[in-house]
């Protein structure tokens, strides 16, 4: 059973270290905090709760059962820390967060003390490594420590549970899926830890003998929890790099026009940078050039384009990236070449500068190398050559 205990707590700590990879920045942010916290007080009382570690504890202390109290307690905190996490997710002004903060460690600091304080008192000489639970079920002061740490764990998955349906309804995407499987891991918990445990003690309480509900069937239920769990709060960290790593190849053909124009700071070395990072990079470079590139805008290429593009069919949207396509192409051409700047320079700004996010520079990289389509099927000349024969000056017209 240590084995499965421990690899459970392995699964908290590997979670916990993907939302703290960056120390500086995760302690600024009291969501991320609190939920490091949390989770890492979850992997303790996996390691505490081992029969291997409460054996070594007990020896240790030369206390039986000192593990008892010590995994307990953990417990305890680790509920604490959850209400902790979900109060900091709720968010409010800053003293209303702290005030609600300080409430929940108090009670739960007091939870803890009555715990060691219920253990001291109580009769607790024989060993046991499993089944604590059950053989102390009728010994005074440790009946009132077991039901008192069940308690309050059970007050905080319940809290979980509520806030878990509430903000489901509320969001949708990769949250919503990371909300609903932290629910089912805390019901999970509820019905497969918890219930197990009440079961087996009110069980000992009249006479019966239920002891492998909490022996067997408790600690493997425990851990799939927080697989679960653990799952849940890494899911939408984990689609956002996903889709930042594909947000940043999507960007390839935009930075490889304008990367000369760039003069932003290199970032520094490192194949361990996340997609997110890499891609905010990028996105600050491409800015940086487009802004370089400003005074090489023929507008001249944007307008002929653009009207190009919407007899070809296209909507008004798809002309505007189209014509904006070859306009940076051609700035980027003259600005290679080191061509004077045109007189038709402007203000103009680009739909990628006036949207906030990626998506604009998206769609901007995706229109540089797509063909216009004219309606019926009927193939019309494609981006590059659209500019390369509208940058050629006109005629005079003579009237």
């Known amino acids: 059973m240590s084995l ?33 916290v949390a989770i890492v007080l979850g992997a ?15 020896e240790f202390t030369g206390i039986p059962n000192f593990g008892a109290p010590l995994t307990y307690g953990m417990l305890s905190s680790y509920s604490c820390s959850v209400l902790v996490l979900l109060i900091n997710w709720r968010g409010g002004s800053r003293e209303q967060v702290r005030r609600r903060v300080w ?39 440790m009946r009132e420590m077991i039901l008192l740490y069940l308690l309050g764990h059970s007050v905080a998955m319940l809290v979980m549970c509520a806030v878990c349906v509430k903000w489901g309804r509320e969001v949708g ?8 499987l932290i629910l089912i891991g805390a019901l999970l918990d509820l019905v497969g830890f918890q219930a197990t445990k009440y079961t087996a003690v009110v069980a000992r309480w009249t006479g019966h003998d239920l002891d492998f509900l909490s022996t067997s069937l408790a600690p493997p239920m425990a851990s799939l929890a927080a697989l679960l769990c653990s799952a849940g709060y890494l899911l939408p960290s984990t689609v956002a790099q996903w889709r930042a790593l594909g947000d940043h ?6 930075w490889s026009l304008v990367k000369s124009a760039s003069t932003a700071p290199k970032p520094p070395a490192g194949w361990w940078r996340l997609p997110r990072a890499r891609l905010q990079w990028r996105e600050v470079s491409i800015h940086d050039a487009l802004l370089a590139l400003a005074p090489y805008f023929d507008h001249r290429v944007r307008e002929r384009v653009r009207d190009h593009a919407l007899r ?56 540089l190398h797509r063909p216009a389509a004219a309606p019926g099927g009927a193939a019309a000349p494609s981006l590059a050559e659209s500019t390369g024969s509208m940058t050629e000056p006109e005629e005079p017209h003579v009237a």
């Open 44 to 58: 303790l009382v996996f390691v505490c709760a081992a029969p291997a570690t409460l054996s070594t504890v007990n």
């Open 249 to 254: 190849r999507r960007l390839a053909p935009l």
């Open 4 to 36: 499965v205990v421990y690899l459970a707590a392995f699964v908290f700590a590997m979670t916990s270290a993907l939302l703290f990879r960056r120390p500086r920045r995760a302690m600024r942010n009291p969501l991320t905090v609190s939920t490091c």
């Open 173 to 180: 995407g990769p949250l919503r899926t990371g909300l609903r």
């Open 103 to 141: 409430r929940v460690i108090t009670a739960y600091a007091l939870l803890v003390a009555a715990i060691v304080a219920l253990f001291l008192l109580a009769d607790a000489d024989t060993e046991r490594l499993t089944d604590l639970d059950t053989y102390y079920a009728n010994t005074p002061f």
């Open 312 to 367: 070809a069919g296209r909507s008004p949207h798809e002309a505007r990236l189209a014509a904006e396509a070859a306009l940076l192409a051609d700035a980027a051409r003259r600005a290679a070449a080191r061509e004077e700047p045109p007189q038709t320079a402007g203000t103009y700004r680009l739909h990628a500068t006036e949207v906030s996010g990626t998506g604009g520079l998206v769609e901007l990289a995706q229109a």
